[in-house]
């Protein structure tokens, strides 16, 4: 028989973790929220073909990549079809206009009721995006005779269909985050993921009779990269800091000193420029698909645009994607963490805290330290970024299997997973149980 002692760390930890009632109340509210959402991606729009949805989708593997996002809705062309990226994408607009708009900038350094008045007006700019993805989604579907020749008022109530499952969809991730194990949105996106991969790895299977060496690398790599992933993810150079402060006890002055330390991490940025790199990758193909020739007719300019920036072109046409994907990933991973430092404003925060780091003056020589610190660590960010960004092409030239599931994916599953251990260990060591992580 089995004791304390002798069990697995991670299978006692998870006994530990049910046995606490808090905490499995808020696994058991995530997963039965998860299930609501997996319901939801099975509820279809009407007048959609999905068989010729099937075989669109067969086809195109930008399709795919999109659908894997979306944890099948997309091929299913259900009410969540767009998941939650809508709201991705007008949190992102936030976050870059913050430090722009003085307005902006003002609210965010009210403490919560600023941050509560950013939320808000990032769900407000929300639902304009999700109408315009959704019109847009709507109307290739339109042009590829999968949607019937619907009139305007049916489109509309489609449109407001999709808004309203993206919304649904942020809501049950806010529900996730406030009574379940948090990261709520976070954890919509990674289900979705998840829930997909069972049909990607049929995929693989079906190949592994005629290409079974390719597989097993395939699978080894893969093994490998999540490793790269959970140790860039968790890397930071920590900065020694000291604090001195005047206090006056007794009437008297006493100076007080103490000793920290800065956390900067190589990846500050996280998945943030692989989306900024993929959406601008992938836009033109998306504007020139408006305009491209249906299938059976002579191809025109817009279709070559399609054909050049397609992820699964072979080479040497693949290379412009993937090209273009590793460049714009090592730009935006500069750009985010630029903003993002800037934001903190961590040598202001230092001298006004009489904190200071040791063999550098306060005030311009600790901002130009910092700064350098920061541009080392993001070179080594930005290039893991790139390789990850890439590592499909690479593992598609190397072995000839060609899955679906992208390194934004894969970063997102690491990262979700990382993120719920450790909120779960810090649950289990309040009641001083041990935890997931040792």
Not at 22 to 34: A, E, F, H, W
Not at 309 to 335: M, N, Q
Request: charged share 10%; hydrophobic share 50%.
């Amino acid at each position: 028989m089995q004791t304390r002692e002798t069990k697995p760390r991670l299978l006692q930890a998870l006994i530990d973790a049910f046995s606490l009632p808090d905490l499995r109340r808020r696994i058991l509210i995530t997963v039965g929220i998860l299930v609501i959402f997996r319901f939801i991606t099975h509820v279809p729009l009407p007048d959609v073909n999905l068989d010729a949805l099937g075989e669109l989708f067969s086809r195109n593997q930008l399709l795919g990549m999109l659908d894997l996002f979306s944890g099948g809705a997309l091929k299913n062309m259900s009410v969540a079809a767009m998941g939650v990226y809508p709201y991705i994408t007008a949190s992102i607009i936030m976050t870059l206009l913050v430090p722009v708009i003085p307005r902006l900038q003002a609210l965010s350094k009210e403490g919560e009721s600023g941050r509560n008045k950013i939320n808000l007006i990032t769900h407000w700019l929300m639902v304009p995006l999700a109408g315009l993805q959704g019109y847009s989604q709507l109307v290739i579907l339109q042009r590829q005779d999968i949607l019937g020749d619907v009139s305007a008022l049916p489109m509309v109530t489609m449109v407001i269909s999709l808004i309203a499952g993206t919304v649904f969809l942020v809501w049950l991730g806010e529900l996730i985050t406030n009574y379940g194990i948090g990261n709520g949105i976070s954890i919509i996106i990674f289900a979705g993921i998840v829930a997909s991969l069972p049909e990607l790895a049929g995929r693989g299977g079906l190949q592994l009779s005629t290409n079974w060496a390719g597989v097993i690398f395939y699978v080894i790599i893969a093994i490998l990269a999540t490793a790269f992933i959970v140790v860039f993810t968790e890397a930071h150079r920590r900065i020694p800091v000291q604090y001195s402060r005047s206090v006056f006890r007794g009437g008297r002055m006493y100076r007080q000193s103490g000793a920290s330390h800065i956390p900067l991490r190589v990846n500050t940025s996280g998945m943030i420029p692989l989306i900024f790199a993929m959406s601008m990758v992938l836009f033109p193909s998306l504007v020139a698909s408006y305009f491209a020739a249906p299938p059976g007719a002579p191809e025109n300019f817009a279709n070559h645009i399609v054909n050049v920036l397609d992820p699964s072109a072979r080479l040497p046409l693949g290379i412009i994607y993937w090209g273009l994907y590793f460049l714009l990933t090592i730009g935006f991973a500069f750009f985010y963490t630029t903003i993002m430092f800037q934001q903190q404003d961590l040598p202001n925060v230092l001298q006004k805290q009489g904190g200071f780091i040791p063999g550098i003056r306060p005030g311009k020589n600790t901002a130009g330290y910092l700064n350098g610190v920061i541009l080392r660590l993001t070179w080594a960010g930005a290039l893991f970024l790139a390789v990850i960004a890439i590592l499909p092409f690479i593992l598609r030239l190397l072995t000839g299997v060609d899955l679906q599931l992208s390194s934004l994916g894969l970063i997102i599953v690491v990262g979700v997973v990382l993120d719920t251990m450790k909120q779960l260990e810090a649950q289990l060591v309040m009641r001083r149980y041990e935890g997931f992580i040792k």
